[in-house]
């Protein structure tokens, strides 16, 4: 029996590319700060196209600002394997989010190549376009497009805090990547993998190298919109005060008590709460917060993500208040089949493996609308991440690689 | 008898003077953006040098940004008069605050050199630096420095949220205004009378037009630093967390309960508020927000700007939080002569005035620990303040300069 494929996966190549894509972006603190459509953002795609160049892959750009490399296949008519992940990052973001997904697929290529393979199906990885949201909310833009789920037009038009839209980042990224082919929309697809790092402690806690994705759990996600009045800190009394951070406030204390869940399952998260004018001596006028709502059961999510607005209007005093929904994703499951495809070769390689739920969101739930998709997890220490002290091993990442590398061959060649 | 020097004030030439300086960092609806040692600020500055010049006014400055128009007396030896506020304003300020007081008082000055008259004591006009604290916290920093309550090297190290120093800030606006004279930071001073407008109704809602200024209400200023841990908003649970925005929403909660004055004579405002990272899928790591306390009363001030620490530690839950106290300022009096200097020059005038207390902190307020001082308010529309919206009428502006004026005469002919 011959050694198998992902055999040539080089742990050493895949480490040392995590490490000079870390460089781009680098926080003085040890992390990464690589927001969606920057320049260190296109940067890395650069660097991206640049290795998967050196291997004779070809690659292409679309609209939505996704970057791809093609790995040919021996039959041109047959439908793509797809696999990748992103590599934008939050502000102050780790070096593994998003950035492993995208290495490991490119190492499988390394490794199919070297291997002297050409599989009958080529084999696309992706960096997706804006998968954090911490820019531009909310995230996994460039596979929404991708799916047609959302619309290019709609995520065109959001703004970051600067007031920079999507679209002429967009239009600044495309020169940056104008010697990269253009190519349409979207297109068929026989099967999507992602591999990423867990992002919650589980695989290290119970000793498993790699989890075996069952679905992504629901995610709402809202804009709240607090306006009162400015005023002076000293002269204004209380009852002539139409404060909005005090309204803000007391939403906040109300939505915490309503998203109280005592099994510790449900996450209620508001990360952005910004003020204005935000002066010391002055009444704010205004605040804007954010909700980040997600629980696997969509009754849950869609009573509580429901309950929102009410508690917002009930706690606004003096103040007006408008609740924007931004986005809306029900639970899903990955298909059985592909499911099986990850547990086969990780038993065939020998690695240990479990079932596991993602709690936070991928681009792999979007591109799951348009065809046969599946998510490969790898521990990550101590389940800290969208935090520059994120950490994964070495050896974790190779093994996760080449789970990967297997189950894109057997659907690359099926 | 012949007519008062005050009949020399021009309505129409002081009116004029503040929409020319409302041009200089004129905000698109209708307020003023001039931050303390911003270009506009310095802009500002350079427009009331070049308008006192003209007047024959001898400028100056001192090291402490602080910037000074000199009408001169007959007895060189003679201890000034000084008179102004300030030109800086809030991000979203409006045309009246602090441009007022050095508006009047320079139109005090045309009028006494329109009627003929050299009184025996120099009148100094100031615009002191960074009276709002909006940019650099806390603020009235010139007249602190001027008078001794604040070393230069203290303000020096207060940085603005982009990590500006005072000091280099200092630096770039003196090159700026390096035509200006330099002179010895303080010195003895005669008086110090301050026109303001109110910012508050009451003078409004009474139908009176000058407000003898009895005191000013004590006030003391916080900053609260919350330190959480940044984590993932879909992967960590409720009980991994170290958020530090429900922390602070907790404390600021507890804090508005305990604040709660009956009365609603305390003043209580979280005026900033400031969110890291502020990415809507990341619990946020910090929180940075400021508290500003006033009471007329020092006995009540004291009490309760003395539980805030133990009131945020209590609620800091499973994050970190320490309380620094940026400023402490007890109420104060104003000389029972000087007062009555403006009731009497109003009567003489026929303007009808009353007492007030003023809630807002003005410069007055360190000028007072080196000279005898005093502060005259003029309305302000419905109390609209530090927002867009200020406004005050051309009649009152004028009645307002014209009490300053003979004010102004009496203590130079003193």
């Known amino acids: 029996m011959s050694a198998p494929i992902s055999s040539y996966v080089s742990q050493e190549r895949l480490w040392h590319r995590h490490e000079q894509l870390a460089l781009i972006g680098a926080t003085a603190t040890g992390g990464v700060n690589r927001q969606a459509l920057s320049p260190e953002d296109v940067a890395a795609c650069l ?5 998967g160049q050196a291997l004779g892959m070809q690659a292409s750009r679309d609209a939505a600002g996704n970057v791809f490399l093609t790995l040919p296949g021996s039959d041109a008519d047959a439908a793509p394997v797809l696999t990748g992940s992103h590599l934008d990052s939050q502000p102050t973001g780790g070096k593994y989010d998003g950035v492993y997904g995208v290495l490991a697929a490119l ?7 070297a291997a002297g393979l050409t599989p009958r199906r080529r084999i696309e990885v992706v960096a997706w376009m804006n998968e954090e949201g911490s820019r ?18 709609d995520i065109e038009a959001v703004q970051d805090a600067q007031g920079v839209r999507v679209g002429s980042a967009l239009r600044e990224a495309a020169e940056a990547l104008s010697a990269i082919p253009l190519r349409p929309l979207g297109r068929d697809v026989f099967g999507y993998v992602e591999a990423h790092i867990e992002q919650g402690p589980l695989l290290e806690r119970l000793g498993k190298t790699i989890g075996v994705v069952t679905g992504i759990q629901g995610k709402r996600t809202f804009q709240v919109q607090v306006q009162g009045e400015a005023a002076h800190a000293g002269t204004s009394t209380r009852a002539e005060r139409r404060d909005a951070l005090m309204a803000a406030v007391a939403m906040v204390g109300a939505l915490n008590v309503r998203m109280h869940d005592e099994l510790d399952v449900l996450k209620f998260t508001i990360g952005r709460f910004s003020v204005v004018p935000n002066a010391p001596s002055v009444v704010p006028s205004g605040v804007m917060f ?9 009754a849950v999510l869609l009573e509580l993500g429901d309950a929102i607005e009410a508690i917002c209007k009930a706690n606004a ?7 924007k929904e931004l986005s809306k994703a029900m639970s899903l499951e990955f298909p059985a089949d592909m ?20 709690t936070a969101g991928h681009d792999a739930r979007y591109v799951h609308e348009v065809c046969p998709s599946a998510m490969v997890f790898i521990p990550c220490h ?11 091993t070495a050896q974790d990442a190779a093994a996760g690689a080449k789970v990967l590398t297997e189950v894109l061959v057997g ?3 099926s």
Do not use: Y
């Not at 531009?136 to 037009?153: I, N």
């Not at 954010?290 to 969509?298: G, W």
């Open 47 to 51: 660097q991206l196209v640049e290795w």
């Open 107 to 113: 190492e499988a290529c390394e490794a199919i190549r």
């Open 136 to 153: 531009f909310a909310p995230g996994m833009m460039g596979s929404a497009v991708f799916a047609g789920v959302r619309r290019l037009a």
């Open 290 to 298: 954010s909700i980040d709502l997600r629980h696997p059961e969509s």
């Open 317 to 323: 005093g003096p103040c007006d208040v408008s609740v």
């Open 339 to 358: 499911r099986k495809r990850i547990r086969d070769s990780s038993n065939a390689l020998g690695i240990s493996h479990m079932d596991i739920l993602s």
């Open 382 to 392: 101590k389940g800290i991440t969208h935090n520059e002290e994120e950490s994964i």
């Open 411 to 413: 659907l690359a060649l």
